[in-house]
């Protein structure tokens, strides 16, 4: 299986980005998928994931601002992302995993990655 992102890139404060993740080898059918991110000197955190069924999960932080969305025919991932801030700067990254039915923001519950897209928000 193999995941890559795409969409990242350098925007202003309070600007959107839609970051993509595509699949491949990589049937979406009962699986969770999910977006990450990993900011200079921090841990990797969840930011949002999905399952199969479309059930969603968010970061308290990002739920008013970020919307997860998947294209089962395109096997493909999306990450809306509006109203930016510098703090939302860091690598976006893909996650996988099947069989899945709860999608988590935890990382040892994905066992695929992507290389990551980055994400930079100034002024």
């Known amino acids: 299986m193999q995941l890559v992102e795409s969409g990242g890139g350098s925007v202003q404060i309070g600007g959107s980005l839609r970051l993509s993740c595509e699949a491949s080898?990589?049937?979406?059918?009962?699986?969770?998928v999910g977006w990450f991110r990993q900011a200079p000197g921090k841990e990797r955190e969840g930011v949002a994931a999905i399952n199969s069924a479309g059930a969603t999960i968010y970061a308290d932080s990002e739920k008013d601002r970020f919307t997860i969305s998947q294209d089962n025919d395109k096997n493909t991932l999306y990450l809306q992302m509006n109203d930016l801030k510098p703090e939302d700067s860091a690598m976006y990254y893909c996650a996988a995993e099947a069989p899945c039915w709860t999608p988590v923001l935890m990382e040892p519950a994905y066992n695929y990655w992507g290389q990551g897209t980055q994400v930079t928000v100034s002024s």
């Open positions: 080898g990589f049937t979406y059918v009962g699986h969770c």
